[in-house]
Nanobody
Framework: QVQLLESGGGLVQAGGSLRLSCAAS????????VGWFRQAPGKEREFVVT????????RYADSVKGRFTISRDNAKNTVYLQMNSLKPEDTAVYYC?????????????????WGLGTQVTVSS
């Protein structure tokens, strides 16, 4: 089993930056693909970005490409999401999730473990 805990959310002005962290328990963290998803009020949970087990492969949603960067440090059991040039439409609860699958997964249903989320609010 893997337990995930997000941190780093907060309130920021448009154009600002935040760095989210996802800390995982368990010695097998490096065997999981990790993804970030977000959910705004009244909307479905949407894919943001995913990173492979080694960190060598990533896939971004078009809406965040060029502004967000995902990375992972398996020695620290942590995945990071650097968010730059934030926009009000980025406001949401951000969740990290872990998948035991080997394929690139943009669907929430394919992720096995989820954190509780961290709120990101971008003011205009």
């Amino acid at each position: 089993q893997v337990q995930l805990l997000e941190s780093g959310g907060g309130l920021v002005q448009a154009g600002g930056s935040l760095r989210l962290s996802c800390a995982a328990s368990g010695r097998t963290f490096s065997t999981y693909r990790v993804g970030w998803f977000r959910q705004a009020p009244g909307k479905e949970r949407e894919f943001v970005v995913t990173i492979s087990r080694s960190g060598g492969s990533t896939r971004y949603a078009d809406s965040v490409k060029g502004r967000f960067t995902i990375s992972r440090d398996n020695a620290k059991n942590t995945v990071y999401l650097q968010m730059n040039s934030l926009k009000p439409e980025d406001t949401a609860v951000y969740y990290c999730a872990a998948s035991s699958g080997v394929l690139v997964s943009v669907t929430p249903l394919l992720y096995d473990y989820w954190g509780l989320g961290t709120q990101v609010t971008v003011s205009s």
